[in-house]
């Protein structure tokens, strides 16, 4: 499946089949209408993150699954009817609401950009962190993301 993440300024993400350049999903919650805002796949391509220009972070989930799961629908309704196909699409990828989000910096700072640490870096931390809480019982870190501000500012958060 050759699918290209593209951030617009409607306030989407849109996932695109290169091959068709069909929208074969499209999530929403995030505020971009002036700047130009990066979004970024997790690693296990499970996650998406972008900045806004309300000053959060979000986070959707299931990215993969809802892509596959939808891609699948396309190809089979593409042998029934094109109208089927189009009422479908509407009704079934826009995922808006399977998002969180959380203030990077103040309300009126934007976030430009966001992404994940990739496994090896996560990896590291992880290492690093037992070593240095060996005596308390932290909950291990899945995700490490990082995010910028339109005035430089730099925040790391991890769950």
């Known amino acids: 499946m050759n699918i290209a993440m593209v951030t617009t300024n409607d306030s989407r993400v849109r996932f695109v089949n290169v091959m068709t350049g069909a929208c074969v999903m499209k999530?929403?919650?995030n505020k971009n209408e002036s700047f130009h805002l990066r979004?970024?796949?997790?690693?296990?391509?499970?996650h998406v993150i972008c900045g806004s220009e309300d000053g959060d972070v979000y986070l959707w989930s299931q990215i993969e699954s809802?892509?596959?799961?939808?891609s699948h629908q396309q190809s089979s309704m593409q042998m029934i009817s094109s109208k089927v196909l189009k009422a479908t699409n509407k009704k079934n990828k826009d995922k808006s609401?399977?998002?969180?989000h959380w203030a990077a910096f103040d309300r009126a700072t934007p976030v430009s950009a966001a992404i994940f640490a990739p496994h090896p870096v996560l990896k590291l931390?992880?290492?690093?962190?037992?070593?240095i809480n060996q005596q308390s019982q932290s909950p291990p870190i899945n995700m490490i993301m990082v995010?910028?501000?339109?005035?430089?500012?730099?925040?790391v958060f991890c769950n």
Do not use: W
């Open 147 to 155: 995010c910028c501000s339109t005035n430089g500012l730099i925040k």
């Open 66 to 70: 809802n892509i596959v799961a939808l």
């Open 97 to 100: 609401n399977q998002y969180e």
């Open 27 to 29: 999530i929403k919650g």
């Open 39 to 46: 979004a970024a796949l997790s690693p296990d391509f499970n």
């Open 125 to 131: 931390y992880s290492k690093l962190a037992k070593k």
